[in-house]
């Protein structure tokens, strides 16, 4: 059967459909995402929800001209369909695919790059501002959801353009769900939006006086309905955003095709910034996403049919999964650990944590910054706060860190989550930038386990200092090894000697130590005596044993899961340059200056050469000195 979808190559072609037409394409539309994200996983839930608030957003506005900046950008599927990307739209978040977030550079229709939440406003407000300083008459339409609407920087944004009045559409797409269940008392606020009881009395009231009255004229009728229609522009006012400037409209059902172009038609024709507030259903259309919209926000390969994970066969834990099960057994113990969460306690494996000790537990919301000066009171008082954040999400909170944590010396322990390579989620994800965002802070400690059992007596080790300190430990399962039940601490900045070599030694940190291990079997098949130290430490290095490595072997080999520049290898050099080590020679492995592209992390530790097979190759290549292909 020849499909509505087939024919619409850009929006332009959307325009000429029937509403019936819209509808059915709406239905197109969901079938492709579900079947493609099952293949390729991806963010599922997010971007059923907006099927047609976005066909009602193309089809009333002219993207590219008009701007849409879509807040994370995770709910931008249907987007990508209908601007030329259908085709392209089955190699999403594949190595050389499409973005699975709104990306500049892929497309005209990509207005703004997001990724991380709450910048949609303030973006959106620039493009106005600049529109009007180049005279220029386009549209401006940020959306943004109810999650990310709790990040400090969207409230920036709400107050900066409520103060210019500038011709701005943002749309709060309200489906009352962050990635768990959202949280807070802008979210409590937007739920009692949701049942006023003022606009939906009016319009019952009205519409039972509709049907009580048969006999009345047509024209009555008209200006009664048109009354009824103009009460959803009056009778909510939606105080909180009118109080900041902006004219509040809704709440409208955005699965409403024709109710939602009749909004953003008239709010093309106000004056000032508007706040459009819709509600949707996440994972609307496919059952298992709507029962189960945490399951399916970011989701991994499954089976459309039963709505079943397709679920990697192994039985190595997760850091993540350590991490949980030991911070519940040690805040067992003790009773001033508190734990936070920006929005993230199923990603962080705080959950369970929350449900044992929920009066120790705190979700702040889409609030990395306000996270660790929470926490940064909380240790002033005596507690002992632990913030479990994403790598690439603790950038936001870079000077909170600083000046609120570590200039106080407080004692706040950062569990950092899905550090180095993340995958599919791309340059906006990855953790690869933390050692060198961190290293330069005084008073902070910063770990790195070499596997899951190392991570458990790192976190003990931790609590056990009574200073900043930060853990990182990347994204997936660990190596499988025993997670022994008795703590061991790590005296501070002290490595650990795996093996011992006369040719050279790998100096490794984090999850690249198991792959330097590797390499040195791949290496002594060559006739090469490699050794291996776990470093431990990123800060303080372990100094001694940097000084006994340079004064026994020429040749160094740093290897990190992070940026090179400012790095590990970076404080080696530093460390080996301070004490006049000029001879040895140092080969620093991590990634290059550039930003790494999304694909599956095997495929690119091999892209940058970091895996053991390349780590002895280079390796090979530096001590003997030939060129490496
Ligand atoms: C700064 C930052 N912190 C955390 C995240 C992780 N994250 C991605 S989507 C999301 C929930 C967003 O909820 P909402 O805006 O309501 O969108 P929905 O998924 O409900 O459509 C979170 C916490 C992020 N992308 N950026
Ligand atoms: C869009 C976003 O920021 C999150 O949904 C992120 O993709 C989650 O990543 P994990 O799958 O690693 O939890
Ligand atoms: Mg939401």
Request: aromatic share 8%; with cysteine; hydrophobic share 40%.
């Amino acid at each position: 059967m020849n499909k509505i979808l087939d024919k619409v190559d850009s929006p332009k072609q959307l325009k000429q459909l029937s509403l019936i037409q819209l509808n059915k394409l709406a239905g197109e539309i969901r079938e492709l995402i579900i079947r493609t994200i099952a293949e390729n996983g991806g963010h599922l839930a997010p971007s059923l929800g907006v099927v047609e608030l976005t066909l009602a957003l193309h089809t009333v506005f002219d993207c590219p001209e008009d701007k849409f900046i879509w807040d994370v950008g995770h709910q931008s599927y249907v987007h990508k369909i209908l601007t030329g990307r259908r085709d392209a739209f089955s190699t999403i978040r594949t190595q050389g695919g499409l973005s699975g977030f709104p990306k500049r550079s892929e497309s005209p229709y990509d207005s703004f790059g997001t990724g991380h939440s709450s910048t949609s406003i303030s973006a959106a407000l620039g493009m106005a501002i600049a529109r009007d300083l180049s005279k220029k008459n386009n549209y401006v339409v940020a959306v943004i959801g109810d999650g990310s609407m709790t990040g400090g920087q969207a409230f920036e944004a709400l107050n900066h353009a409520g103060d210019l009045g500038k011709h701005l559409i943002v749309i709060l797409n309200d489906n009352e769900m962050s990635i768990d269940k959202n949280v807070g008392a802008l979210s409590e606020y937007l739920s009692t939006m949701r049942t006023a009881p003022t606009y939906n009395k009016v319009k019952h009231d009205l519409e039972f006086l509709l049907k009580k009255i048969p006999t009345i004229g047509e024209s009555v009728a008209k200006v009664v309905e048109r009354l009824k229609d103009s009460l959803r522009f009056l009778l909510v006012p939606g105080e909180l955003f009118e109080e900041l400037g902006f004219k509040y409209v809704g709440p409208i059902d955005g699965h409403n095709i024709e109710l939602m172009r009749e909004v953003l038609e008239k709010a093309k024709t106000m004056q000032g910034p508007i706040l459009i507030h819709t509600l949707t259903r996440k994972g609307k259309g496919y059952l298992p996403a709507e029962c189960e919209s945490d399951k399916f926000h970011g989701v991994g390969p499954f089976c459309i049919e039963t709505g079943e994970i397709i679920k990697k066969t192994t039985n190595k834990p997760t850091y993540t999964s350590v991490f949980s099960k030991v911070l519940i057994e040690l805040a067992k113990e003790n009773k001033n650990i508190v734990a936070i969460t920006a929005a993230m306690p199923e990603g962080t494996g705080l959950k369970k944590f929350g449900e044992i000790y929920p009066d120790r537990f705190l979700d702040v919301g889409i609030a990395e910054q306000h996270a660790v000066t929470v926490a940064a009171g909380l240790a002033c008082e005596g507690k002992q706060p632990i913030i479990a954040l994403y790598s690439t999400f603790a950038q936001r909170a870079y000077d909170q860190i600083l000046h609120d944590v570590c200039l106080q010396k407080l004692p706040v322990v950062f569990a950092l989550d899905r550090a180095g390579i993340v995958g599919e989620d791309g340059p906006t994800h990855h953790g690869v930038f933390d050692y060198s965002y961190l290293r330069h802070i005084p008073n902070l400690t910063i770990m790195a386990p070499k596997d899951e059992n190392e991570l458990k007596d790192m976190l003990a080790t931790a609590f056990s200092l009574r200073t900043p300190v930060v853990i990182r430990y990347p994204r997936g399962n660990g190596l499988g090894v025993e997670v022994k039940t008795e703590y061991q601490h790590i005296p501070v900045g002290m490595s650990e000697e795996i093996s011992i070599g006369s040719d050279v030694m790998f100096l490794a940190v984090g999850a690249m130590v198991d792959s330097c291990v590797e390499a040195v079997n791949l290496l002594k098949e060559k006739n090469v005596s490699a050794g291996v130290i776990n470093a431990r430490f990123i800060k303080p290095l372990d100094e001694r044993m940097i000084e006994v490595l340079a004064k026994t072997v020429k040749y160094i080999v740093t290897i990190e899961d992070n940026m090179l520049a400012g790095g590990f290898g970076s404080a080696v050099l530093e460390a080996l340059n301070e004490r006049e080590f000029c001879d040895t020679k140092v080969l620093r492995l991590g990634y290059p200056d550039k930003f790494i592209e999304q694909g599956k992390r095997e495929n690119l530790l091999e892209l940058y050469k970091l895996t053991p097979a390349h780590i002895a190759a280079r390796t090979y290549a530096f001590i003997r000195n030939i060129e490496v292909r």
